[in-house]
């Protein structure tokens, strides 16, 4: 099986985990990691990702899927708690013809907007410390259920 994969010099999501390019991380573990990601589609949207690079989700070795299921799962429990959240949205793309755009597997989650769904439109691209202030908010231990 042969997907169409879209074709970069580098890796965006590795160079974020390796520190080259700044980025929010909001959690990581051996196995994967969750960012806040610049382009907010929904409230709290975040990405969850293997650590390993892996294309698609064609290429996850068992142990990689389900973790990357367990932070999918944790990530909607935080979005959905910090913004008192009616519906959380999860999307994932494999391939050009999907829609994916960077050929790192990942799983967008989200808190839908205020009347419903996500922006697949435009959005604005937030800075690194207005995505650090959206992890703040998801690590506030009354939204992470701690308190």
Same mark, same amino acid.
């Given at each position: 099986?042969?997907?169409?994969?879209?074709?970069?010099?580098?890796?965006?999501?590795?160079?974020?985990?390796?520190?080259?390019?700044?980025?929010?991380?909001?959690?990581?573990?051996? @196995?994967?990691?969750?960012?806040?990601?610049?382009?907010?589609?929904?409230?709290?949207? @975040?990405?969850?990702?293997?650590?390993?690079?892996?294309?698609?989700?064609?290429?996850?070795?068992?142990?990689? &899927?389900?973790?990357?299921?367990?932070?999918?799962?944790?990530?909607?429990?935080?979005?959905?708690?910090?913004?008192?959240?009616?519906?959380?949205?999860?999307?994932?793309?494999?391939?050009?013809?999907?829609?994916?755009?960077?050929?790192?597997?990942?799983?967008?989650?989200?808190?839908?907007?205020?009347?419903?769904?996500?922006?697949?439109?435009?959005?604005?691209?937030?800075?690194?410390?207005?995505?650090?202030?959206?992890?703040?908010?998801?690590?506030?231990?009354?939204?992470? &259920? @701690?308190?």
């Amino acid at each position: 099986m042969s997907l169409l994969i879209p074709v970069c010099e580098s890796c965006s999501f590795c160079e974020y985990l390796e520190g080259r390019r700044p980025y929010t991380i909001l959690e990581r573990d051996e @196995l994967t990691a969750t960012l806040v990601t610049r382009e907010q589609r929904g409230l709290g949207h @975040l990405l969850v990702i293997p650590v390993k690079h892996r294309e698609t989700i064609l290429d996850l070795a068992p142990d990689e &899927g389900a973790a990357l299921m367990a932070g999918v799962t944790n990530a909607a429990r935080l979005v959905a708690r910090a913004y008192t959240a009616t519906g959380v949205a999860v999307w994932q793309n494999n391939g050009t013809p999907a829609h994916q755009t960077v050929p790192h597997v990942h799983f967008h989650v989200a808190a839908t907007l205020p009347d419903g769904g996500t922006n697949w439109g435009e959005v604005p691209r937030l800075s690194v410390a207005e995505t650090d202030a959206i992890a703040a908010r998801l690590r506030s231990p009354e939204h992470t &259920g @701690l308190a």
